[in-house]
């Protein structure tokens, strides 16, 4: 079980950094409607899902019927939640964009507790509120940012991908594969995209092709990662260092994007880390 646990980690850490050079990539692409940028994230996904689904033999089946509902729920709520959070990088830097997406695992342990029946124990909750008051320091609830129409979406997009991470991990208790929740979601949020990125098409250049194929690359990265860590985890153990995400987006956004932080971000980013690593400790001397 821990052995299982360390692995959660490793995974969710390895998605976060995917997903900060997707959103890097999604910012460099220029000008271009959020259905369209969710579109060619997906698309690339379904691929590379496909083939890994051929390799290892698995079919193309969630097993039980039951087990659609789970599917469909994490990838209708998981495709609003791209939907938002893709708005939000295109109109926020993309440390902040990345932070309102990453208060997912508050949901998301919220979610567990209704959805999964999983306790949540006192030191798990302390931790959990002491990243999100990181996540304070970050957004300066007192200023602009909270009081803007995108980061309203962004924090709605995070509310989204909490309850679509808490159905991966209830489809993966019931025996569905990772790599079919992974085909299933990419199939169907690009099946949502397509009529609602006609709505404003826009005809690409070399370069934003280019870098939109990177994006959904480092999606599914970060895809099969986020699949794999709750499948080997419960939400409560690991979702708190989905946030190690904040870090990277910074990192990137400051050496591609001439991005800056000020000290109250970067002491929400101290915050935040902080958190995970206490919690990860307490929880380690608990178990031994």
């Not at 409607?33 to 969630?62: G, T, Y």
């Amino acid at each position: 079980m821990e052995k299982e646990k360390y692995k959660g980690i490793l995974y969710i850490i390895m998605a976060g950094f995917c997903f900060a050079c997707m959103t890097l990539f999604l910012k460099l692409s220029g000008d271009i409607s959020s259905f369209e940028k969710s579109f060619f994230r997906n698309l690339v996904a379904i691929f590379f899902a496909f083939a890994i689904l051929k390799k290892q033999h698995v079919p193309l089946s969630a097993g039980d019927k039951s087990n659609y509902k789970y599917l469909i729920a994490r990838s209708f709520m998981g495709t609003l939640g791209i939907f938002c959070n893709f708005y939000a990088v295109d109109h926020l830097v993309i440390a902040d964009a990345n932070m309102l997406n990453k208060l997912s695992p508050f949901f998301a342990i919220i979610f567990s507790f209704f959805l999964l029946k999983e306790k949540i124990k006192p030191h798990q909750i302390a931790c959990v509120l002491i990243a999100f008051c990181g996540a304070l320091l970050i957004l300066k609830p007192g200023g602009q940012t909270l009081t803007t129409f995108p980061a309203f979406i962004g924090l709605m997009g995070g509310m989204c991908a909490g309850f679509a991470y808490t159905n991966v991990r209830l489809a993966s208790k019931h025996g569905v594969p990772g790599p079919f929740i992974v085909f299933f979601f990419s199939v169907f949020s690009c099946v949502m995209s397509i009529p609602l990125s006609l709505i404003n098409f826009t005809w690409l250049s070399p370069r934003q092709l280019l870098l939109l194929l990177l994006a959904g690359l480092s999606a599914t990265g970060g895809q099969f990662a986020i699949t794999a860590a709750y499948s080997h985890a419960p939400a409560r153990e690991i979702s708190v260092y989905d946030y190690i995400q904040i870090i990277f987006a910074a990192i990137l956004g400051m050496i591609f994007l001439g991005e800056k932080p000020d000290v109250l971000s970067i002491a929400g980013y101290v915050v935040i880390v902080s958190a995970g690593v206490i919690l990860f400790f307490i929880q380690k001397k608990k178990e031994s």
